[in-house]
């Protein structure tokens, strides 16, 4: 890797999922940082849409989690990892694959940074990730995993692959995690949380009931940012700018869009037709469900996230999910105009 243009003291810099959405925000934040001496890992069918305009500020590889060689090419002279690659799925056919992704591409991941004798990783988890249960609704980076229905098989995923991070500590390699709670922000519109925007956009008449987690995608790549420039290791973070309701954050989306807000409840009885529906259209040639069991179940949980830790270890300071909300609903707008190409928030 070429550090020619390097800022003094710099260290060479390893992003993997780099073309996805947070991957892309933490990539595009680097950048405009000057640093200069970064390398991303991209699939040869990678969409760059998220990166067209900086691609010629990065050194990109082709390579694949689910390749050991081609991530040991990848890390050759690299310092510093962020692990932000995964696979997020609540479809039930995309199951096997997605556990493959997270958990041996991670190992992969983690075994490859140990092979070339990295100084640290920061691993890119999720709230998913941290124990939950239905008598205690309060969490922090101390609950307990436990076995239970409640955890979503991207749930599953997110928790092994969070346990090869700690195995690779447990073999010498400097390690910390990030648990992102439901992150907004621009990108491709059709993907995760994004989609809220495009129900609000819809008028979508229905509301959850849950209670969780939400940041700023901004955020996330700050914090990341810092606890890599930080020598302590070992730690993991709830990154989560408020707890809100699904109601809140979903008349937020609707008064963004100059749509009519949510008005009926979804309560059990129509969570558990709505998936159902959702999964005989599927059967029958449909595209992926935009409601799946998974999904629906979720959506009524309540749980509050705990971001203590983050704003006294990190010193970070949190955008307000309003602002964050009214900026995409902004570019949402725009994008309606041209055919819902991805856009981003400016960093």
């Given amino acids: 890797m070429s ?21 892309s925000y933490l990539l595009r934040s680097l950048v405009k940082s000057g640093h200069q001496n970064i390398r991303a890992l991209r699939r040869p069918d990678s969409n760059l849409a998220l990166v067209a305009d900086i691609q010629g500020t990065v050194e990109w590889v082709e390579g694949d989690l689910l390749d050991p060689a081609a991530l040991e ?19 039930p056919q995309m199951v096997r694959t997605m556990l493959r992704t997270n958990v041996e591409g991670t190992a992969n ?83 995760g949380p994004l989609q809220l925007f495009r129900l609000g956009w819809k008028a979508f008449p229905f509301y959850a ?69 959702e999964w005989l259209r599927t059967r029958f040639g449909g595209p992926p469900p935009l409601i799946t069991r998974e999904t629906a179940r979720h959506a009524n949980a309540v749980y509050y996230y705990d971001n203590s830790k983050s704003l006294k270890d990190l010193q970070l300071t949190y955008t307000p999910i309003s602002e964050t909300i009214a900026a995409v609903c902004r570019q949402f707008s725009e994008a309606a105009t041209n055919g819902f190409q991805p856009m981003m928030l400016p960093v």
């Avoid at 550090?3 to 947070?22: D, M």
């Avoid at 510093?80 to 609540?90: D, I, P």
């Avoid at 749930?155 to 910390?176: D, H, P, T």
């Avoid at 993991?236 to 408020?242: C, D, K, N, T, V």
């Fill in 209 to 277: 009931t849950g209670v969780s987690g939400f940041v700023d995608v901004r955020d996330v790549a700050q914090a990341m940012i810092r606890l890599m420039q930080q020598e302590s290791s070992g730690q993991r973070y709830i990154i989560s700018g408020e707890n809100l309701s699904f109601q809140a954050v979903q008349t937020m989306i609707s008064e963004g869009l100059g749509k009519r807000a949510p008005r009926y409840r979804v309560n059990a009885f129509v969570q558990e037709i709505a998936w159902r529906v």
């Fill in 3 to 23: 550090t020619s243009n390097s800022i003094p003291g710099e260290q060479p810099v390893l992003i993997t999922g780099a073309t996805g959405f947070l991957g």
């Fill in 73 to 91: 090419d990848a890390m050759q002279g690299i310092r510093q990892v962020y692990h932000c690659a995964a696979t997020v799925s609540f479809d």
């Fill in 109 to 191: 991941v983690v075994n490859a940074a140990l092979w070339e004798g990295v100084d640290k990783l920061v691993h890119v988890s999720s709230i998913a990730a941290i124990g939950r249960s239905p008598e205690e609704k309060n969490v922090s980076e101390n609950t307990k995993w436990q076995r239970s229905p409640l955890h979503s098989n991207y749930a599953i995923s997110k928790y092994l692959s969070e346990q090869e991070a700690w195995r690779g500590m447990a073999e010498g390699l400097n390690v910390s995690v990030v648990n992102p709670s439901v992150i907004l922000g621009s990108g491709r519109w059709e993907d």
